[in-house]
């Protein structure tokens, strides 16, 4: 409790949002300021998160992600590179693996895919992003954070379309704006806030559930 206290004070209306659809997956995408983002996001959430957390940022296909490494020394929650066919367990991070595009199956599923580039991107945010719309509708929360081109906007506005909820980093707190700026243009998304206060909220939302 403690080492959340420094986070800012956000609305209220984002956490009756979450209670509302109550979440069966948070997918969230980053590509450039994706470290200093999710250094701020995902060490703050709890284990008792009643959801699973897939996450897709645009690293070099050619070499191993650090970032399952990085962030499981970091986070109260599991932290894991996705697997093909693996079940996603709520109160789990789990990262696309380099190379590879990360979707979820209806059944909850992850699934792997080395399809061609999508938005010159393996792994794309629209593929996760498309496939969370399909998968679970109004369960879907997607969340776009700081990056440097428009991947994650049509899949984040499909979410919405089908009745999930969407969010974007405060433009003014990203490393790189684009991505953001690119994302509320497409999905007008429910809440624009920065990664600290979707930690609060998310944080709130797993406390209680």
């Known amino acids: 409790v403690a080492r959340r206290a420094h986070l800012p004070e956000v609305r209220v209306k984002p956490l009756d949002a979450l209670r509302a659809h109550d979440p069966r997956l948070v997918a969230v995408g980053a590509s450039a300021g994706a470290v200093e983002a999710l250094l701020e996001l995902l060490p703050e959430l709890p284990a008792t998160l009643p959801a699973p957390v897939l996450v897709v940022v645009h690293v070099p296909r050619d070499r191993k992600s650090a970032l399952p490494a990085l962030f499981a020394a970091r986070c109260g929650v599991r932290v894991a590179e996705a697997e093909d066919k693996i079940e996603a367990d709520a109160g789990t991070v789990y990262f696309a693996p380099a190379g590879y595009h990360l979707l979820v199956e209806r059944d909850g599923r992850l699934a792997l895919s080395s399809d061609e580039l999508v938005n010159l991107s393996r792994p794309s945010i629209d593929v996760l992003f498309e496939s969370a719309a399909f998968a679970f509708g109004p369960r879907a929360l997607g969340i776009v954070l700081s990056?440097?081109?428009?991947d994650g906007a049509h899949g984040l506005a499909l979410i919405r379309q089908r009745?999930?909820?969407?969010?974007?980093?405060?433009?003014?707190?990203?490393?790189?704006?684009?991505?953001?700026?690119a994302?509320?243009?497409?999905?007008?998304?429910?809440?624009?806030?920065?990664?600290?206060?979707?930690?609060?909220?998310?944080?709130?939302?797993?406390?209680?559930?």
């Open 183 to 209: 994302a509320i243009a497409a999905a007008s998304p429910d809440a624009v806030l920065a990664p600290s206060a979707m930690a609060r909220v998310l944080a709130d939302w797993g406390a209680a559930a």
């Open 147 to 150: 990056g440097a081109n428009a």
């Open 163 to 181: 009745g999930g909820l969407a969010w974007v980093q405060d433009p003014g707190t990203a490393q790189v704006s684009y991505m953001p700026d």
